[in-house]
């Protein structure tokens, strides 16, 4: 592409305001309270991550129980 188109590009994408948004408070699903405290909400975060594969891969069941085999 030209430098023009790029400018051009650049110069439409530029146009939108660009926001963010992020909570105030995070609901901690392990004991239902609330939390406004960054570091608390990052380590939500974090515990749901670090964990979400394996409750996922233990609801699985094994191949005996699905009759493929």
């Not at 926001?19 to 380590?43: F, R």
């Not at 594969?53 to 699985?60: E, L, M, P, V």
Request: glycine share 2%; no cysteine; proline share 9%.
């Amino acid at each position: 592409m030209t430098a023009k188109v790029w400018k051009l590009i650049n110069t439409l994408t530029k146009s939108q305001v660009k926001t963010h948004s992020y909570p105030n408070k995070l609901l901690n699903p392990i004991n239902s309270l609330h939390t406004g405290n960054p570091e608390k909400m990052a380590n939500v975060f974090n515990d749901y991550f670090v964990t979400v594969g394996k409750h996922n891969a233990n609801s699985i069941p094994p191949p005996s129980a699905l009759n493929i085999l």
